[in-house]
């Protein structure tokens, strides 16, 4: 009976012991602004995110400002970059996505870079609008990001 004391203990360091979240976190447009801009993100459907590895989310409002801020800080312990999928609005990771681009592509802060599940859905997006090009997750990093550029 003495030994009892020992349980609540055990619970508490469980509970300490819990891994940070690695999943992506609703954008709640009341609320949440871009960390690179501060803008407010309103069109939820452009979203972007980066995980940490203990489990802080910083958001953004284009994939732009979301490629803007890893750059800025290559050091710190990046663990997920998510964006929402053009088609569905569907979080996925970046590493995961294809892209296409066009300046008269509409984004909020006029981007032009759209995220898709997959190479063939970005070609199709290109071919039904009439114009952009394909962009690989390598060319992101070595895209000449500005706005209106």
Same mark, same amino acid.
């Given at each position: 009976m003495k030994k009892l004391w020992?349980?609540?203990?055990?619970?508490?360091?469980v509970a300490c012991g819990k891994e940070a979240s690695l999943d992506p976190v609703e954008i709640n447009p009341d609320i949440d602004v871009c960390h690179v801009c501060n803008m407010s993100i309103t069109?939820?459907?452009f979203a972007t995110e980066v995980i940490f590895e203990?489990?802080?989310v910083e958001k953004f409002d284009d994939?732009?400002?979301?490629?803007? $801020? =890893? +750059? @800025?800080?290559?050091?710190e312990k990046i663990a997920?970059? $998510? =964006? +929402? @999928?053009?088609k569905s609005g569907d979080w996925i990771e970046l590493?995961?996505?294809?892209?296409?681009?066009?300046?008269?592509?509409w984004t909020p802060m006029s981007y032009g870079v759209l995220p898709f599940r997959n190479e063939d859905e970005a070609k199709k997006y290109i071919q039904d609008e009439g114009t952009g090009r394909i962009i690989?997750?390598?060319?992101?990093?070595?895209?000449?990001?500005?706005?209106?550029?």
């Amino acid at each position: 009976m003495k030994k009892l004391w020992i349980i609540p203990i055990m619970f508490i360091l469980v509970a300490c012991g819990k891994e940070a979240s690695l999943d992506p976190v609703e954008i709640n447009p009341d609320i949440d602004v871009c960390h690179v801009c501060n803008m407010s993100i309103t069109e939820t459907d452009f979203a972007t995110e980066v995980i940490f590895e203990d489990g802080k989310v910083e958001k953004f409002d284009d994939l732009g400002c979301m490629i803007e $801020y =890893v +750059k @800025e800080h290559k050091d710190e312990k990046i663990a997920k970059k $998510y =964006v +929402k @999928e053009t088609k569905s609005g569907d979080w996925i990771e970046l590493e995961k996505a294809s892209f296409a681009f066009d300046r008269e592509f509409w984004t909020p802060m006029s981007y032009g870079v759209l995220p898709f599940r997959n190479e063939d859905e970005a070609k199709k997006y290109i071919q039904d609008e009439g114009t952009g090009r394909i962009i690989s997750y390598d060319e992101l990093w070595a895209h000449r990001w500005g706005v209106e550029q």
